[in-house]
């Protein structure tokens, strides 16, 4: 289970996580999705199991639903522009002590609807489970490592629906 930060730690990291995304978001063009860019992250770093929009937006005192929707199903910024920019952030902060890693990441599933959920081994549950995996490749350094890129990896009857080889 991914544990998330109490309300109080989010607002006491909110200039630095802003500072952070300052120039990470920059490809996303316009100030209010550079905003709900900051908003959705909160979302994400805090308690809670589901990080869906509704519960997410729930939990933040200034929660939009509708905007966060937008903002992740509409606004039209380019995904690589920000992960390279983000990139670009982590290496400074980093390099020289640092190194690549490619790995590899499970999220447990209840459903089977999410895309790419297949009964898979799950590495978070250390059994076969419903899960998402993505492969990521990450910065790591001696004590940490951050995520720079990463692909969901879609399983065989995710990508031959009739679940025919192709």
């Not at 709900?36 to 979302?43: I, K």
Request: hydrophobic share 35%; glycine share 6%.
């Amino acid at each position: 289970m991914l544990l998330g930060m109490k309300t109080q730690k989010i607002e006491r990291l909110q200039a630095k996580l802003e500072a952070f995304l300052t120039d990470v978001v920059v490809p996303m063009g316009r100030k209010e999705r550079r905003d709900h860019a900051e908003e959705y992250l909160r979302g994400l770093l805090m308690d809670g199991e589901r990080k869906s929009i509704e519960p997410l937006a729930d939990r933040l005192p200034d929660g939009n639903v509708q905007a966060l929707q937008q903002f992740v199903n509409q606004s039209p910024w380019s995904s690589q522009k920000v992960r390279a920019s983000l990139a670009r952030k982590v290496e400074q902060e980093f390099v020289p002590e640092a190194y690549w890693l490619i790995d590899d990441v499970s999220f447990p599933k209840q459903g089977e609807h999410s895309v790419g959920v297949s009964r898979q081994y799950c590495g978070a549950l250390g059994k076969t489970a419903n899960c998402q995996v993505a492969v990521t490749l990450d910065l790591g350094t001696e004590e940490s490592s951050t995520p720079l890129d990463w692909a969901l990896y879609l399983p065989e009857k995710w990508m031959c629906p009739s679940g025919k080889p192709a």
